[in-house]
């Protein structure tokens, strides 16, 4: 084996003694060259006559790419490691600075001093005169937390304790009572609805409107710190009536408090009865305004079947107006709320009503619906049987005209045929009233199906609303201030 360079490249080679003076290959640089002939041949060397085998060292370029890629490889680890930390300590900073921004200053020792400008040596003067920041502009900029601006204290209203409503004494007894007790200073004006009775410094007046004269009948005042309330004698019944539907408005600075001269009574509420349609609320309690001042609430709707309401808001009924309940689960089923009076007592009507797609309407008590019910289920199943049988009815009509026809030709006697004919003729007319009816029925396929869906659904939905019990309140409005009157629960 000989040991050269390539002439062109300078790599070293390895080549068989039998290519001296042939052209080979570098690997190096792919040039071809003469492989030169040396004087000194080893002994018993065997001529070769294959072609030249050439065995290349290493090429130093070969190993100048793979240490390129090595170096590439440690280079980018290094970068990343020196980004990598970079990164993270910017955040570290960071968090401490907002760690340190967030905790305010206890005092002016305790603040660090604003760090001087960084200055450009290039686009500034060599020299700059900084003038560090007094001690005043510090104090200005620091907090202290003692100084800090502290949330104002709610100013509690002095009627926070007094009561929403009072029950009056009998106007048998004229001792006087506390309406509000630690009330001083505090002004007040009486309210009502009754145009007979009037207040005029603390004394509150009756006046009958066919008459001049004006009786007092209670008084209202001051008494140290309490608002007292005082009957005198001779009250009349519609006065006293006047008085408890009243309302007290007190001031005291910019708290207002509204005092209702009664307490409401508490009833039951009133349970949905399908049984029987209309049923009556009476609104009957002692001293009773006129019918025309009472509105009523529903209390608990959510415990009805979804629905939307139609005409006046459930929320304020008042006398002679009417709201509609219309159910969302069954269409055409309503609950009708009126408010009317029966002489001086106001009374509230809830009706149940439904109505069918072929404009069927009827009220929706028990009785009623399930008789409405078994009537549509039978005229549905029939016109399913009717479906079912028309076919077999036109054959048979086939064949009793054909029997009919073929009698004539009968060997039978004259009164034989004649009986023949009769019979088949009365089978004919009754097969062609059935085929009638049923075809009748078919045809009215589509509304018997609607009518027989919908009290269906009126049937399930009667189901949820019997026996529902309905909360309620009679109320009036004073001055703009509704007063309970009776409350059902």
Request: charge should be positive; hydrophobic fraction near 40%.
């Amino acid at each position: 084996m000989l040991s050269i360079l390539c002439p062109h490249c300078g790599a070293k080679l390895t080549v068989q003694r039998q290519s001296q003076g042939q052209a080979v290959t570098c690997l190096g640089c792919a040039q071809k060259f003469a492989v030169p002939v040396v004087d000194a041949i080893e002994r018993n060397t065997e001529v070769n006559t294959e072609q030249p085998v050439i065995v290349a060292a290493k090429s130093p370029v070969v190993r100048r790419r793979r240490r390129s890629v090595g170096n590439r490889m440690i280079s980018l680890l290094l970068h990343l490691s020196i980004t990598g930390t970079t990164v993270y300590a910017g955040y570290y900073l960071l968090r401490q600075h907002r760690a340190d921004s967030r905790q305010p200053p206890t005092s002016v020792a305790s603040r660090s001093a604003p760090a001087p400008p960084v200055i450009n040596k290039l686009d500034e003067p060599a020299s700059v005169a900084l003038t560090p920041p007094s001690v005043e502009t510090i104090d200005s900029l620091v907090t202290q937390p003692d100084e800090a601006a502290a949330e104002p204290t709610p100013v509690v209203s002095p009627f926070e304790s007094a009561p929403q409503t009072v029950t009056l004494p009998s106007t048998e007894s004229q001792a006087p009572i506390p309406l509000v007790v630690g009330a001083a200073g505090a002004s007040f004006n009486f309210h009502s609805n009754s145009p007979e009775l009037a207040c005029e410094a603390g004394n509150l007046l009756w006046k009958n409107l066919d008459s001049t004269v004006s009786n007092k009948i209670a008084v209202i005042k001051p008494d140290g710190d309490d608002l007292e309330f005082r009957w005198l004698s001779s009250v009349p019944a519609a006065a006293e009536t006047a008085v408890r539907n009243a309302i007290v408005r007190l001031q005291l600075g910019e708290y207002q408090h509204v005092l209702c001269l009664r307490e409401p009574d508490a009833v039951t509420g009133i349970q949905i009865d399908l049984a029987k349609s209309p049923q009556r609320i009476f609104s009957k309690f002692a001293h009773l305004p006129q019918p025309t001042d009472i509105c009523l609430e529903l209390l608990n709707l959510d415990k009805l079947p979804p629905a939307t309401v139609d005409g006046v808001d459930l929320t304020q009924l008042r006398y002679q107006e009417q709201s509609t309940l219309r159910y969302l689960e069954a269409p055409g089923t309503v609950t009708q709320v009126r408010l009317s009076k029966r002489g001086k007592v106001a009374v509230v009507e809830l009706e149940n009503r439904y109505s069918l797609p072929s404009g069927d309407e009827h009220p929706m008590t028990i009785v009623r619906g399930n008789s409405k019910l078994k009537e549509l289920t039978a005229i549905y199943e029939t016109m399913q049987a009717a479906e079912k049988a028309i076919g077999s009815l036109r054959d048979q009509l086939k064949r009793l005209q054909r029997e009919a026809k073929a009698v004539p030709r009968s060997r039978a006697t004259a009164t034989a045929k004649a009986i023949q004919l009769q019979r088949l003729r009365q089978s004919i007319s009754a097969t062609q009233q059935k085929i009638g009816y049923a075809e009748r029925l078919i045809s009215q396929k589509q509304a018997i199906v609607a009518d027989y869906q919908a009290i269906q659904q009126v049937a399930k939905l009667a189901q949820q609303l019997h026996e529902t019990r309905l909360a309620y309140r009679f109320f009036t409005v004073v001055d703009g201030h509704q007063v309970d009157l009776l409350i059902a629960n």
